[in-house]
């Protein structure tokens, strides 16, 4: 089964399957040394950039912001959500979120 | 590789997509199929449809289109109507109550809480008025924007009325130019107070002089490139070019074409013209549009008159269009302030009354989010002025009640940060009861945008305010950050953005203690505008000085993470269902 992924309007949100799953304005820990200085980021999402899968986890790359220290910047891959049976999780984006560099292309069909 | 938007767009677009959003008002939302949304809503949005943020599925904003800002008679009756009878939804705004309408800062009208089974019926109701929500959203030629007055204005340079209404018929549903890789804003101003605010547009005509054939003549220069969004503003370049009243068409259709054939399709966050101005440069336009996109000799650059630019410049008279000016024929036009834009849908009603009562009916909107009435003579306006309408929207506001735009925010919108209407309307009202400004200064413009897509303008304005998030005392808070100093004019410049993430409810104290400073440290006369533009950042940050106060913001929380933030049970799980089709 293909799980179709974009995000839309000017990158407010990450839609799955044609529904909005993940919005601008959360504000996300990353454990992301290349983002910022701080050891944890407390980053607000200004803009989602892109959106990709590793295995059956859904990853995105945002613009934001660390609130802490002020960067600006583009982030690494970070994971939001899982896909169970077809249908899309979210994961706790309350706690640390582990943000990686490499990332195979977006699986999407449109 | 086209982007998904794209791919939609190849399918279907344009016109044709009326008879698709006909077919799902009459069968029902739920008939669109799932895997479809996406890029029907996509699509609706070149009929003025724009689904309304999660948490409100099956509702709609919906964007009528008034070029120039121009209502003739009768029009704004019919959209206070409609705005009474289908723009109610399931929550209700403490302060505007159940149905309203907004007027925009690109002179155009939106309603909210449209169910997608009225749309027909909306649709037939507008039509027969002459009024239309084609091209107010998606990727084509948008609501043509100018001097709201055009035609009447007593500082016109060239009436561009006829021009905006000739652009806008050639361009409404051309299919050559229905489909461009991103939306397409047009400013055209015939007066000499830069009121058509052209710089931050993607086309621009402005008046101008050229010499033909030993006469001067009156026509356009033209600039390419501007817009405020993403983090990457610009103002229009200066393409070197002059065209008179009857060739504006073929410039203007010669661009969209050249945006058309060469604008970026395959990523959205490049496509609009900025960035290929940006890359070519404006002298690589010039030459496209003449080797490529007209056929005959383009002029150079003529005289303009940006010296004499007044409006949103910071200083000088004029800086909007609010209160009694004299038309050309000895009547009156009537500014009259909306705060935040927004207008209950009696109002819209009674103020049409008056529209027709003392004037000729007709009413026009401006960049700033107010409405004028037109032709009022002289003998009737007494009377119109003690109309207790205008007590609320006054031609005589505070400062902070005129200088006040805020976009649509949270309530509705899937791009903003933070509230905003309702919070603007409440920092506007604290501010008039606790600041005062240097007795000279008779304007304020603070502008307060949930996003960096600027709807608002942020960056033209003495303060610019933009959604953002903090902390505070451990909890996630809506918090701004603080711009100063943009403003347009013959030296446009863009607010410089000086003090990051103030939490909300410290923002109205920020702003008390940096007018404090103001008034404190100013030169003689010296205007805001000119008073940032002596300070560096950091001695700008030292007077915006964040401070608790009397002013209790109940909206601190996330309100992106609220079905509908004024709701009692707010949380999404009580989010209403889909409306049904009745």
């Known amino acids: 089964m293909t799980t179709r992924l974009r995000i839309l309007d000017d990158g407010a949100w990450l839609s799955v399957d044609d529904s909005r799953r993940v919005s601008v304005s959360e504000l996300w820990r990353l454990d992301a040394p290349g983002f910022c200085e701080c050891d944890l980021a407390d980053m607000v999402v200004e803009n989602f950039l892109e959106t990709g899968v590793d295995g059956r986890t859904v990853q995105v790359r945002v613009y934001g912001q660390c609130i802490v220290c002020g960067t600006k910047s583009t982030t690494g891959w970070i994971p939001v959500g899982r896909i169970v049976d077809g249908e899309f999780v979210d994961i706790d984006r309350e706690g640390v979120l582990r943000v990686t560099d490499d990332k195979e292309e977006a699986k999407s069909s449109g | ?582």
């Open chain 2, 1 to 582: 590789m086209p982007t998904d938007v794209e791919n939609w767009k190849s399918e279907v677009y344009g016109n044709e997509i009326r008879e698709h959003l006909f077919r799902f008002a009459e069968e029902g939302f739920e008939t669109i199929p799932d895997d479809e949304r996406d890029a029907w809503f996509e699509r609706f949005k070149w009929w003025g449809l724009y689904h309304q943020r999660n948490g409100q599925e099956g509702y709609f904003m919906m964007r009528i289109g008034t070029p120039n800002g121009v209502l003739e008679p009768g029009q704004l009756r019919v959209v206070g109507e409609i705005a009474d009878e289908y723009a109610r939804g399931p929550g209700t705004n403490p302060i505007f109550g159940d149905a309203y309408a907004d007027y925009t800062t690109r002179q155009a009208i939106q309603l909210h809480w449209i169910e997608l089974s009225d749309v027909p019926d909306i649709f037939e109701k507008m039509e027969k008025h002459g009024l239309t929500t084609q091209q107010a959203c998606g990727d084509s030629w948008r609501n043509i924007v100018g001097n709201p007055v055009a035609g009447k204005d007593g500082q016109e340079v060239i009436d561009a009325w006829p021009v905006i209404r000739d652009l806008n018929e050639t361009f409404k549903g051309d299919e050559d130019h229905s489909n461009l890789p991103r939306k397409w804003k047009v400013s055209v101003t015939g007066s000499a107070d830069g009121s058509g605010q052209g710089d931050i547009n993607d086309l621009a005509f402005e008046p101008a002089y050229k010499e033909i054939e030993g006469e001067d003549v009156v026509g356009f220069n033209v600039r390419v490139g501007g817009g405020l969004a993403r983090n990457e503003p610009r103002f229009a370049r200066d393409i070197d070019v002059w065209v008179s009243p009857d060739r504006v068409s073929d410039v203007a259709g010669g661009l969209s074409a050249l945006f058309r054939d060469n604008g970026d399709r395959e990523d959205r966050y490049n496509a609009r013209i900025k960035f290929l101005v940006d890359e070519w440069g404006a002298e690589e336009v010039r030459e496209t549009l003449q080797d490529e996109y007209v056929d005959f000799e383009l002029h150079t650059a003529g005289r303009d008159v940006r010296e004499e630019y007044t409006y949103n410049t910071g200083e000088g008279e004029r800086n909007d269009l609010v209160g009694v000016h004299e038309q050309r024929d000895g009547k009156y036009f009537v500014g009259l302030n909306v705060l935040v834009g927004r207008m209950g849908a009696d109002d819209v009603l009674e103020l049409a009354d008056l529209a027709e009562e003392y004037g000729s009916g007709e009413v026009r909107l401006s960049q700033r989010q107010n409405v004028i009435v037109t032709d009022v003579p002289e003998s009737e306006l007494d009377d119109f002025l003690e109309e207790d309408l205008l007590e609320h929207y006054s031609p005589e506001p505070s400062p902070f009640m005129r200088g006040s735009i805020a976009c649509t925010g949270t309530e509705f919108c899937s791009l903003s940060i933070v509230e905003t209407k309702n919070r603007q309307v409440r920092f506007a009202r604290w501010l008039k009861e606790n600041v005062d400004l240097p007795e000279d200064v008779e304007e304020f413009h603070i502008h307060l945008s949930g996003c960096t897509a600027s709807c608002a303008q942020p960056q033209i304005a003495d303060v610019s305010l933009r959604g953002m998030k903090t902390r505070k005392d451990g909890e996630a808070v809506e918090a701004l950050d603080v711009g100063l100093g943009g403003g347009l004019g013959d030296e446009p410049q863009f607010a410089r953005w000086v003090t990051q993430r103030v939490p909300v409810d410290e923002v109205p104290g920020a702003l008390a203690n940096l007018i404090d400073s103001f008034a404190e440290a100013r030169e003689a006369g010296e205007s805001f505008r000119a008073f940032v533009a002596r300070h560096d950042d950091e001695e700008l940050d030292e007077f915006v000085d964040p401070e608790e106060t009397d002013y209790e913001d109940p909206m601190m929380h996330n309100t992106k993470m609220t079905w509908y933030p004024y709701a009692e049970d707010d949380s999404m799980d009580a989010k209403p269902p889909a409306p049904a089709d009745d």
